[in-house]
C-alpha cells in the first residue's frame, strides 16, 4: 500500500500520548508502591449500575425479542417513534420548547454525532472551538481537513479558538466573523463551568447575524441544578434557526457502556435536516430495540427519580471535592452543574508535573488541564464519578500534602 493512498489529515493529529502516558506512569508506580491504594479521580466514565427502571425495560424487550410476534429486526434509522415521542416530551415540552419527534435523530452516542456533523458542512467552513475542551470536535475537524496545521502554541492555524478561562469567568468572547461552525459544550467538560443565559443569547444573535451554525453539546444538562440556567440551546430565542443540539444518555443514565444519545436538528434548518436523516439512513442502521426501550424507561416516573438520586449521589462528591479544595485555600471551578473539578493550580505549576506529584505524594489520579487543549495549562480536573469513600479518602491525603 502505498501511503499515498491515505487521508493525509491524521497525520496532522498529534500522537495522543495522555492517556497511554497516565496510564504507564500509574502501572510504575504501583509497581514501586504496591501497598499503597491508588485512587481514580480521573474517570471520565460512570461507575453507578444501570438503575431498576432501566434494567426492568431492557429485560422486558428481550422476552419481546424471543417470541415471533414481537420480535424486532432492523429498526427505523432515525430511532423508535416511542422513544423520540419520549424524549419530545420529556425533555421538551416539560420545558415549553416545542420539538417534534421527526426533529429527533436516535444514536448510539454523542461522541459518534458530534464527530460525524462535520460532515454536512463544505471543507472551507471555518471551525470555532473553546479552549479548552472535549477534543472530539476539534480532531473531527482536523480529520476532515479543516483545522490548517498544529502551530508551536499547540492551536491549529485554521480555527477560531474561543478562550474560557478564569478571566472571561468561563463566558468565551464572541469569534471572529469568518466562523461558520461554532461548537459549544454546557455544562462543559473539562471546566465543569456553565454557559450564562447571557452568553448563549450572544452567540445565538451572533451566529444568525453571521450565517454561523452552533453545535451545542448538552451531554451534561441533567447535572444543572438549577432551573434558571439553560438546559437546552432552544430556551435561547432564534437557536432553531441556526443551532443542532446533541444529547446522551450517557451520563445522565450510565449508559456510557450500554450506548444511546440523540441530536436534534429542527425543521427552521430544513436542508440541514434531511441531510442528517440522508447521512444516517445512508451511514447509519439504528439503535437496537432493547437499548431504546431502556432509553425510554429513563423519561418514567421511576427511570426520573432514579437516574436523579444517581446524579445527587455523583454531585455530592462533586461537592466534597469543591469544598475540601477550597478548604486547603486552593481555587477551583466548576463542579456545582457538572461532575467535574476544575482545580487552578499555584502560579507557574505545570499540569503534567501536578499530575507526577499527587499521583507521587497522595497516591490520587486526576487528568491534567493541558489534556483539553492549550488553554488548560496550569488546570487540573478532578472528576465525581468515583466511590464517595474513596474520594473523602482522596481529599484528605491532597490536605496533608505540603503546598
Ligand atoms: C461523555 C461525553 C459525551 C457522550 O458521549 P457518548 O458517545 O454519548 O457516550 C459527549 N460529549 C461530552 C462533552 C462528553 O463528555
Not at 467535574?340 to 505545570?350: A, D, F, R
Request: glycine share 8%; proline share 5%.
Amino acid at each position: 500500500m502505498d501511503s499515498e493512498m491515505l487521508n493525509s489529515n491524521y497525520g496532522l493529529l498529534p500522537e495522543t500520548y495522555l492517556f497511554s502516558q497516565i496510564a504507564q506512569k500509574i502501572a510504575v508506580y504501583q509497581k514501586r508502591r504496591p501497598e499503597r491504594e491508588v485512587i481514580r479521580l480521573g474517570i471520565g466514565d460512570v461507575t453507578c449500575p444501570l438503575v431498576p427502571a432501566v434494567i426492568e425495560a431492557m429485560h422486558r424487550a428481550v422476552d419481546e425479542m424471543a417470541l415471533a410476534e414481537s420480535f424486532r429486526g432492523y429498526g427505523p434509522e432515525q430511532g423508535y417513534e416511542f422513544l423520540r415521542r419520549a424524549i419530545a416530551e420529556g425533555e421538551y415540552s416539560a420545558r415549553n420548547i416545542d420539538i417534534s419527534p421527526d426533529e429527533i435523530f436516535v444514536s448510539d452516542g454523542s461522541k459518534c454525532d458530534v464527530a460525524n456533523i462535520q460532515e454536512l458542512f463544505s471543507s472551507q467552513c471555518r471551525v470555532a472551538i473553546p479552549d479548552p475542551v472535549y477534543p472530539v470536535y476539534l480532531d473531527s475537524n482536523v480529520m476532515a481537513g479543516r483545522a490548517g496545521t498544529l502551530q508551536n502554541d499547540g492551536h491549529y492555524s485554521r480555527v477560531n479558538y474561543m478562550l474560557c478561562n478564569a478571566d472571561n469567568g468561563f463566558q468565551p468572547e464572541l469569534p471572529p466573523r469568518d466562523t461558520d461552525l461554532i461548537y459549544l459544550c454546557s455544562p462543559n467538560n473539562p471546566t465543569g463551568t456553565v454557559l450564562s443565559r447571557t452568553t448563549l443569547e450572544k452567540l445565538v444573535a451572533y451566529a444568525l447575524e453571521i450565517n454561523a451554525m452552533i453545535l451545542f453539546d448538552a451531554a451534561y444538562a441533567d447535572y444543572i441544578r438549577d432551573d434558571s440556567l439553560v438546559h437546552s440551546i432552544y430556551e435561547i430565542p432564534g437557536a432553531k434557526k441556526c443551532a443542532v443540539e446533541f444529547h446522551s444518555f450517557s451520563k445522565s443514565a450510565g449508559f456510557t457502556g450500554v450506548r444511546c444519545a440523540f441530536t436534534v436538528v429542527p425543521h427552521e434548518m430544513e436542508q440541514l435536516r434531511r441531510m442528517w436523516l440522508r447521512r444516517q439512513t445512508t451511514k447509519f442502521n439504528g439503535v437496537n430495540y432493547i437499548v431504546q426501550r431502556a432509553a425510554e424507561a429513563v423519561y418514567s416516573p421511576a427511570g426520573r427519580e432514579q437516574t436523579r438520586n444517581v446524579i445527587l449521589r455523583y454531585m455530592n462528591n462533586a461537592a466534597a471535592i469543591r469544598n475540601g479544595l477550597q478548604s486547603c485555600g486552593y481555587t477551583v471551578f466548576g463542579g456545582e452543574h457538572a461532575p467535574y473539578i476544575w482545580w487552578k493550580l499555584p502560579e507557574g505549576t505545570k499540569s503534567f508535573d501536578f499530575f507526577d506529584r499527587l499521583l507521587e505524594e497522595c497516591a490520587v489520579v486526576g487528568t491534567p488541564g493541558s489534556g483539553f487543549g492549550p488553554g488548560g495549562e496550569g488546570f487540573f480536573r478532578l472528576t465525581a464519578f468515583g466511590d464517595p469513600a474513596k474520594t473523602r479518602e482522596a481529599l484528605i491525603r491532597i490536605a496533608a500534602m505540603a503546598q
